[in-house]
């Protein structure tokens, strides 16, 4: 099994940016895709993006151009890099790789 650490998130004005990563408790980017979801209150769960084994990376089209998914070459971190937040953004945010799952972190996107 394959625990997964989350940081980051916090309060955050519109417009600001905010950095999130997910640290894996062994090397394993590089067999499963990294996922990042969020979840605001009363809303569904939304896929936000995700970076596959190969370096491929797919956006919700809500984030394209605004969010990025690196992953560090140990291939054990996965980010979530956001730029020009705005309060729809808020939401708690969580990583994923092959079913396991980090505990979550929350983004308030406020004045």
């Known amino acids: 099994q394959v625990q997964l650490v989350q940081s980051g998130g916090g309060l955050v004005q519109p417009g600001g940016s905010l950095n999130l990563s997910c640290t894996a408790s062994r090397s394993i980017f590089n067999q499963w895709p990294g996922t990042w979801y969020r979840q605001a209150p009363g809303k569904q769960r939304e896929l936000v993006g995700t970076?596959?084994?190969?370096?491929?990376?797919l956006y919700v089209d809500s984030v394209k151009g605004r969010f990025t998914i690196p992953k560090d070459r140990a291939k054990t971190t996965v980010y979530l890099l956001m730029n020009s937040l705005n309060a729809e953004d808020s939401a708690g945010y969580l990583c994923?790789?092959?079913?396991?799952w980090g505990r979550g972190t929350q983004v308030t996107v406020s004045s």
């Open positions: 970076i596959t084994r190969s370096g491929q990376i």
């Open positions: 994923d790789s092959d079913q396991y």
